[in-house]
């Protein structure tokens, strides 16, 4: 089996040092109601081939308003998978996210949070609305460290 190397980082990316979450992050995001069957998740993420979810709902204070309760990744529905057999919600198997952080923030803070927290992924807020507005995970920070060079 042959690997293709590709040339010397790539004009698109900046290092690690100089990059933002915008440089890297997904924009948009997958999401599904607390009360949401694991089932329902695991087909969301095998369908759109993602690692995560984020679980939102409307805040008891304001109808309005969105809010996000946790995240869930592969790992956490695997977990539920093998303890339940898929019979949780979403709202039982979410994890409590790190964090909001906007798209403005340098990259290497945001590693740093993930490294810290173990986590891998990390919910992009709308600097204005403070609503999700995409998703930032370890792999993407992966492909910085791997093609960034300005």
Known sequence: MSTIQPGHGSYLLPSLEHATVADAMHPGILACDPDAPVTEVARMMATHHVHCIVVMGISPDDERESLVWGIISDLELVRAGIRSGGEQTAREIAQKPVGMVDATTPL????????????????????ETGRPAGMISTLDIAGVLAWGEA
């Open 108 to 127: 290497r803070q945001v590693a740093e949070l993930m490294a810290t927290h173990g986590a891998s992924h990390v919910v992009v807020a709308n600097r």
